[in-house]
């Protein structure tokens, strides 16, 4: 089953959709860089709007398929 994280949630001024097919959601209304690790552990998709997610945490998060950036640009996500 897919592991969906929100990551940022109190930032976004609208709703975000869920999926219809079957997932597990997980929703933080704030994330601190430092817990961006241990949140995303298991998650196969991250919602992130502006903390950001460096190559060093991509590396330590292998199930991690998808990054969407709830946000214009992408710079906090290291490319």
Same mark, same amino acid.
Request: aromatic share 2%; glycine share 4%.
């Given at each position: 089953? *897919? #592991?969906?994280? &929100?990551? !940022?949630? +109190? =930032? *976004?001024? @609208?709703? /975000?959709?869920?999926?219809?097919? $079957? %997932?597990?959601? /997980? !929703? %933080?209304?704030?994330? $601190?860089? @430092? &817990? /961006?690790? +241990? #949140?995303?552990?298991? @998650?196969? /998709?991250?919602? =992130? ?8 945490? *991509? ?8 990054? $969407?950036? $709830?946000?214009?640009? =992408? ?5």
């Amino acid at each position: 089953m *897919l #592991r969906i994280v &929100q990551l !940022e949630g +109190e =930032s *976004l001024i @609208a709703n /975000v959709r869920r999926p219809a097919f $079957a %997932h597990d959601w /997980v !929703e %933080h209304a704030k994330t $601190a860089p @430092a &817990q /961006v690790i +241990e #949140r995303l552990a298991g @998650a196969t /998709v991250a919602i =992130s709007n502006k903390v950001p997610i460096t190559a060093a945490t *991509l590396a330590a998060l292998p199930d991690l398929k998808m990054i $969407a950036v $709830a946000a214009t640009g =992408s710079n906090q996500i290291d490319l």
